[in-house]
Antibody
């Protein structure tokens, strides 16, 4: 069974930093692209960032480019999101996601399995 | 900037059929966008219903189906049930590892 467990959320002041982690199990981690998706309170889903299975390619939404860094450690089956220069508008639940089991091409970058999310609150 | 469009809200009667759509502010949606669909109830993580246009995720009943209708992706729910009342989101693959979510459709079953 696929399991994705996010951690690292919390309250941080504007301008501060936070690192999110996502511990994965139940599948061959290095074979799948992984993503972060967030949801601000009362709002819709917003794609944040993605990384290829090898970690060699990374992608970012314009809203976080230059501030957030996605990475992965395939030896630890763990995905990360380093968030710097945080703003109030970054307040959201952050979900870790993996591509669908039987994906191909671009479909592998769409979320297929989701974690339960971790709340990040940016406030003074 | 590409905007992915969804109906803000929709209603369906119990037992009825409803089709939600997912379009582009400019252009047509095709299978090359690998449209996916998600269901979310308040306080819960999203649940994947459909990926790659029409492939049902594991455990999703066949009441849910995906397709391309005209120039949009579509999610059809047949035999609507009370617990189908949720928010539904689509996502389109834009290339280079990036995807864009639609704004979501709030479905009411009444």
């Amino acid at each position: 069974e696929v399991q994705l467990l996010e951690s690292g959320g919390g309250l941080v002041q504007p301008g501060g930093s936070l690192r999110l982690s996502c511990a994965a199990s139940g599948f061959t981690f290095s074979s799948y692209a992984m993503s972060w998706v967030r949801q601000a309170p009362g709002k819709g889903l917003e794609w944040v960032s993605a990384i290829s299975g090898s970690g060699g390619s990374t992608y970012y939404a314009d809203s976080v480019k230059g501030r957030f860094t996605i990475s992965r450690d395939n030896s630890k089956n763990t995905l990360y999101l380093q968030m710097n220069s945080l703003r109030a508008e970054d307040t959201a639940v952050y979900y870790c996601a993996k591509g669908p089991r039987y994906c191909s091409g671009g479909s592998c970058y769409s979320p297929g399995h989701w974690g339960q999310g971790t709340l990040v609150t940016v406030s003074s | 900037q590409t905007v992915v469009t969804q109906e803000p809200s929709f209603s369906v009667s119990p037992g009825g059929t409803v089709t939600l759509t997912c379009g582009l502010s400019s252009g047509s949606v095709s299978t090359s966008y690998y449209p996916s669909w998600y269901q979310q109830t308040p306080g819960q993580a999203p649940r994947t219903l459909i990926y790659s246009t029409n492939t049902r995720s594991s455990g999703v009943p066949d009441r849910f189906s995906g397709s391309i209708l005209g120039n949009k992706a579509a999610l059809t729910i047949t035999g609507a049930q009370a617990d189908d009342e949720s928010d539904y989101y689509c996502v389109l693959y834009m290339g280079s590892g990036t995807v864009v979510f639609g704004g979501g459709t709030k479905l009411t079953v009444l």
